[in-house]
């Protein structure tokens, strides 16, 4: 399947939820997969277990409170694997970039060890979501079809490493475009539900 980036929109105060009790990310971005989080519970129990004092076993963490989600929150897009053709039209570079510019690829926080894939997610506060979406709204489509150089993304190895061949309009820069208003939409409307978000690499 390769590496698809998804992005899901969650309040600040189940921010902080998840960056205290990391294995809650599975009930925002895996909600209908309850053995996933069972699973990562279970192994941060046993963290916990090993992590006792002079050897002894800590008691057990209690189970948290349910994580409730507003309307506002939940909602989910992916940008599929164009996240990081569209990183290197933002920011010119494979895996650098200044902030906000580079949120495909790094910076927020990430939610403690829990691997969601490719890594742990990272989170953005609603403040720092806003700083996104306004930066990429200064952004024209001809702009970034401007920036669109094939031979330099394959140098670079941008993933998924396809900007030379087939039809430019279809299977490299229109689609980087089309995955971008996608982006762009889903900034949109997180920002007028002032929320933030997750970022999940899978």
Not at 151 to 176: C, F, H, N, V
Request: no cysteine; net charge negative; hydrophobic share 40%.
């Amino acid at each position: 399947m390769g590496m698809v980036l998804g992005l899901t929109s969650l309040s600040d105060t189940n921010i902080d939820r998840l960056l205290a009790d990391p294995p809650l990310v599975w009930k925002v971005i895996a909600p209908d997969a309850p053995d996933i989080y069972e699973q990562a519970r279970r192994d941060a129990v046993k963290s916990s277990f090993l992590s006792g004092l002079f050897g002894k076993k800590a008691a057990p963490p209690p189970e948290p409170p349910p994580l409730v989600l507003a309307d506002s929150e939940g909602i989910s897009t992916d940008v599929d694997k164009a996240w990081h053709g569209i990183h290197y039209l933002l920011t010119g570079s494979a895996d650098e970039g200044e902030s906000p510019w580079s949120f495909l690829v790094s910076g927020g926080r990430e939610v403690g060890d829990v691997d969601v894939g490719y890594g742990p997610a990272r989170v953005f506060t609603a403040k720092e979501t806003r700083s996104i979406h306004d930066a990429l709204a200064s952004i024209s489509e001809a702009e970034l079809r401007s920036r669109f150089k094939p031979d330099e993304m394959t140098a670079k190895e941008i993933y998924p490493e396809i900007w030379s061949r087939g039809d430019p309009d279809e299977e490299t820069i229109g689609y980087l475009v089309e995955s971008f208003r996608l982006l762009r939409g889903f900034l949109q409307q997180t920002v007028e539900a002032e929320v933030g978000m997750v970022i999940v690499l899978s």
